[in-house]
């Protein structure tokens, strides 16, 4: 079974039309002309969303001085896909990664639990195939980018468990990766990213938990992963 792969970021994923620079964080200086791309969460956002830090799934803290999409709703502890330029060091130093940076472009990103499943909802959560394409591990978030067929329906998808607390007995905890099409039709190839909380899966009197993840492929394929839930400071 292969191990679930921590993935530092930026991922150099096409987002929009936007062309991306090669340039390190390391420079001596940045040009506006560069763009990174990653993933992250939304911080201390300000009653009027005009203010607001990102905190990066690499650990770097992004404080935005310049948006160019000011229209975008911004919500507290909301997980997005952020194209963004970096304008200067705020303090980086040691452990410390942050930049001054100028918002391009933002996706927000599906973020949710793990949900139970029971009897009753069985046949609503899915069971249609879904190709991961990639699957990583940052603290308590794990996020698949994914790849299906549709054509003008939204998809459900989700992670589930079976009900209870979990128990050291119960390592690895089973998870599921479900995915309901909802009907759609499979006119066309599509690309999702989710990322789930792995805070239901503590136990207590422990600092981590193991677990599997399994789901349906296309072609009578199934997908198998593992990892370890570390909590720090989650």
Known sequence: MEKMKTIKIFLLITFTTLFLGSCDFDDDGYSLSDAWIGFGLTDNVSENGDSFIIRMDDGSVLYPVANQIPWFDIEEDQRLLVNFTVLGDKN???????????????????????????????????NDPIHV??????????????????????????LVKQPGTPTAADEPIELELRHNNRNDAPYMPMTAFVTFKLNALKIEGKSS??????????????????????????
């Not at 990103?109 to 959560?125: A, C, N, R």
């Not at 394409?133 to 989700?158: C, K, M, P």
């Not at 938990?209 to 989650?234: A, I, L, P, Q, R």
């Open 92 to 126: 980086v130093s040691g452990n410390n990664k942050e930049y001054y940076v100028r918002i391009n472009q933002l996706k927000e990103i599906l973020y949710k639990g793990i949900f139970e499943i029971t009897p009753e909802t069985e046949d609503s959560i899915g």
């Open 133 to 158: 394409v990639d699957a990583w591990l940052v603290d308590s978030l794990l996020t698949f980018e994914l790849r299906y067929y549709g054509n003008s329906q939204v998809h459900y998808i989700n």
């Open 209 to 234: 938990t193991s677990f599997k993840v399994t789901g349906v492929d296309f072609n009578d394929g199934t997908y198998k992963d593992t990892g370890v839930f570390e909590y720090g400071n989650n």
